[in-house]
């Protein structure tokens, strides 16, 4: 059994913890060993809290090669401002789990990172290139030959178009279009049930049917 600890607690850490559940429970893989929280002492969903999100709690289960983490600090308008907060950790990408639920349909042609949730119902298209820490949401489609950056996040029912491009930190709220082949710019956002038709600037703030800018993310 591999060894995780998930940096977060209630909300994406308790669904990355739920995933990992459902992955144990057609075959066992997984031994969560806890969370890290910075808030947090007392055990959530009955998992202890093994530290805060720090260094030297890191460097603490670093040296045993069969723990791996997950990071789930994830918010939609303050994603890049947390991502000091990871990169400070110093953790080998190749320390990161990438959970895949056992009810997601995952083209044997499609490239996924490390680091990457995928929840329950999701499918993923051939040609598909996902890069790391990208978390998609329950029954979120992912056409073929679409390309998720490092960052990128796919809320529930979002259908990314075929070769679509997510760049780094884009984020897709619930229930979500895009056309094919259009680009989403780094640390753009794309607000609930947006329907998105051309080409986002980075960092914009965008909402509606046809998707139009309302602002930027700071
Ligand atoms: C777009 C979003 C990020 C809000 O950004 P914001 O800067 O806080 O925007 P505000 O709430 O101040 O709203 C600004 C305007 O846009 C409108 N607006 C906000 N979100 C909208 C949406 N998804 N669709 C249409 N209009 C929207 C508001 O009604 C408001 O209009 P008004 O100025 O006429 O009153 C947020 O509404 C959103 O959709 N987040 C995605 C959440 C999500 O998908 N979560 C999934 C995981 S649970």
């Known amino acids: 059994m591999k060894k995780l600890i998930i940096m977060g607690g209630y909300g994406n850490g308790t669904v990355v913890q739920s995933t990992v559940e459902d992955i144990n429970a057609v075959k066992p893989e997984w031994e969560i060993l806890g969370f890290l929280n910075d808030r947090e002492t007392e055990p959530i969903n009955g998992y202890p809290v093994l530290g805060k999100i720090d260094k ?51 083209s044997k042609f499609a490239k996924i990172g490390h680091g990457v949730c995928i929840q329950p119902f999701v499918s993923v298209g051939p040609n598909t290139v996902i890069g790391n820490h990208v978390q998609i949401y329950a029954q ?44 989403l710019g780094k640390w753009s956002i794309c607000g609930i049930g947006a329907v998105v038709l051309k080409d986002v600037p980075d960092f914009a703030k965008m909402v509606g049917n046809p998707a139009r800018q309302i602002g930027s993310v700071e």
């Open 56 to 106: 030297e709690t890191v460097d603490r289960y670093l040296p045993d090669k069969d723990v791996y983490f997950f990071y789930t600090l994830i918010s939609v308008k303050m994603n890049h401002k947390f991502l000091h907060k990871l990169l400070d950790l110093q953790i080998p990408e190749e320390r990161f789990a990438t959970v895949i639920h056992p009810t997601a349909v995952i």
């Open 140 to 183: 979120a489609l992912v056409g073929h030959g679409a390309k998720l950056d490092n960052y990128s996040y796919v809320a529930n029912n979002a259908c990314i178009g075929a070769d679509v491009h997510l760049k780094e930190g884009a984020y897709l709220g619930t229930n979500t279009s895009t056309l094919e082949f259009i680009t």
